[in-house]
């Protein structure tokens, strides 16, 4: 992998108008027509360190809900026209290829240019977070009360009761990725429970529990333990104390803990699990964690809807039993990152391909067919689950 950084203002990004006048070559790698006979998508060269963002591309243009969406929703965003047309040329959707259209000119545009070098190594969650950021920023932003119904995950659901409130939550125009979750706090002396908060999110980063050691076989052979991606969610919404509260009710004193509760209350279309890998030594280096997360094809996220735990004094218990219309999903795509976090390692994606049931392993503009096997054997990084309409 190449390694020269610069900066925005450094006279090489100049020679990105030359690399984008290379279009095709930039866009597919070599031997295009080839790949396209076997069905393949485009490849996208790494021209520096790019490679965070040509995966996350990758992952965005396996995706049918996440086109659909920009396609309707985008026609006067910048980087959504650019960002559509490199997917679309990737996929084979168009027959002419725009040279305006590449990654370099899809860094250039977005809201935050002075991080995002197209020369520069960086992490594909940040850009993917940029990326959605750039997206959708002209969006209408509110802040109101909401009922307790209206932000459950329910197309038959009403908000006739106004008694059921919950604290402000800023609202915007939902895409995709957006998902919303329930929290609240309880006294843990009178068990007075506060109004319900619920907050948005994008992505989940899911943290890796510390890893448990055991002796195996009569050799005494220490084995560490893997976990699954439902162990991670799960521990995601575990219940926490927090401290330094005071009760509205009894008044306790600010040393009273209170557990927090969380739970999901309404899911994306497109559900992204962010797996945090970086861990720190005693010493303050940052290292990576290798701990193998198995993950499942078909994600069933029902078991970690649990809105009767939240339980608000205004709310009947056959609505806090609603389940979600559809809270099953299927895996589109994983981001794995190789190399360690010292150096600046690589990111790869394994992409399901387009109708079919088989999968794909894309490095830059480099494609190969793989079995399903090396694809859920990866260590991944970041998993994309589109959710599987009825």
Not at 88 to 115: C, F
Not at 134 to 163: M, P, V
Not at 340 to 365: M, P
């Amino acid at each position: 992998m190449l390694s020269f950084p610069v900066s925005f203002s450094s006279p090489i990004v100049i020679s990105v108008s030359i690399l984008t006048a290379i279009s095709v070559y930039i866009l597919f790698g070599p031997e295009p027509k080839d790949r396209r006979k076997r069905g393949y998508p485009g490849g996208l060269v790494n021209y520096g360190n790019n490679c965070f963002a040509n995966a996350i591309v990758q992952c965005l243009a396996s995706s049918s809900i996440f086109i659909r969406w920009i396609d309707e929703h985008l026609q006067n965003n910048t980087v959504a026209k650019i960002l559509l047309d490199l997917i679309q040329s990737i996929n084979g959707e168009r027959i002419s290829y725009s040279q305006d259209s590449t990654v370099a000119t899809l860094i250039d545009h977005m809201r935050q240019p002075k991080w995002l070098s197209p020369f520069e190594q960086q992490d594909s969650h940040e850009f993917l977070l940029s990326l959605i950021n750039s997206l959708t920023y002209k969006q209408s932003i509110q802040s109101k009360h909401l009922g307790f119904a209206s932000c459950l995950d329910c197309s038959d659901e009403q908000d006739n009761s106004k008694s059921m409130m919950i604290t402000e939550s800023p609202l915007i125009t939902p895409h995709p990725f957006q998902g919303l979750q329930a929290t609240q706090l309880q006294c843990t002396e009178c068990k007075q429970k506060n109004p319900i908060s619920v907050s948005l999110f994008e992505t989940l980063s899911l943290i890796i529990p510390e890893r448990q050691v055991s002796n195996s076989g009569t050799l005494g052979i220490r084995q560490q333990r893997n976990f699954t991606l439902q162990e991670l969610i799960g521990n995601y919404l575990k219940s926490e104390m927090i401290t330094n509260l005071t009760c509205s009710k009894c008044k306790s004193k600010g040393n009273l803990p209170h557990r927090k509760i969380t739970t999901f209350s309404r899911l994306p279309e497109i559900l992204c699990l962010h797996i945090i890998r970086t861990t720190w030594t005693n010493e303050g280096w940052p290292t990576k964690n290798t701990c193998h997360i198995s993950f499942p094809d078909l994600l069933d996220m029902n078991p970690f809807i649990s809105l009767s735990r939240l339980l608000p004094a205004n709310i009947p218990p056959s609505q806090t039993n609603k389940k979600p219309s559809n809270a099953m999903y299927r895996l589109n795509s994983v981001l794995v990152h190789l190399g360690g976090i010292s150096e600046a390692g690589h990111f790869i994606v394994y992409r399901r391909q387009v109708d079919k049931n088989e999968w794909l392993s894309i490095s830059d503009d480099t494609i190969r067919e793989c079995s399903e096997l090396q694809v859920f054997a990866s260590m991944a990084y970041i998993l994309f689950y589109e959710r599987i309409k009825k």
